[in-house]
């Protein structure tokens, strides 16, 4: 499984993003996350979704950020709301095979990232 970030750019305060997070074969049987990293901070989970659709966010994007799942089109989307600086960083998508029970085993996915930069 490959994954490819799109969407990314520059944007002013309190304007708005989609990017999107297109994979080479089906993701039904994956979770699948949206991560970000600052420079000089660490890689920090921003918002996932299971298998079954069920969905969790970092504190900080809660009610400005959406994370949905296409199966049909192999794509995983974040939307982004309401920007502010602090969310600039490079937003990776990641893979991660589930079972029925969300139990996720296997390795990790990674994309190569697509840039945000939210600035006056």
């Not at 799109?6 to 080479?24: F, K, M």
């Not at 420079?39 to 504190?59: F, K």
């Not at 400005?64 to 995983?76: E, G, H, L, P, V």
């Amino acid at each position: 499984l490959q994954l490819v970030e799109s969407g990314g750019g520059d944007v002013q305060p309190g304007g708005s993003l989609t990017l999107s997070c297109v994979a080479s074969r089906g993701i039904s049987m994956y979770v699948m996350g949206w991560y970000r990293q600052a420079p000089g901070n660490q890689r920090e989970l921003v918002a996932n979704i299971t298998r079954g659709g069920d969905t969790n966010y970092l504190e900080t994007v809660k009610g400005r950020f959406t994370i949905s799942r296409d199966n049909d089109k192999k794509t995983a989307y974040l939307q982004l709301t309401n920007l502010t600086p602090e969310d600039t960083a490079v937003y990776y998508c990641k893979a991660k095979q589930a079972n029925f029970n969300g139990l996720q085993f296997g390795p990790d996915i990674w994309g190569q990232g697509t840039q945000v930069t939210v600035s006056s």
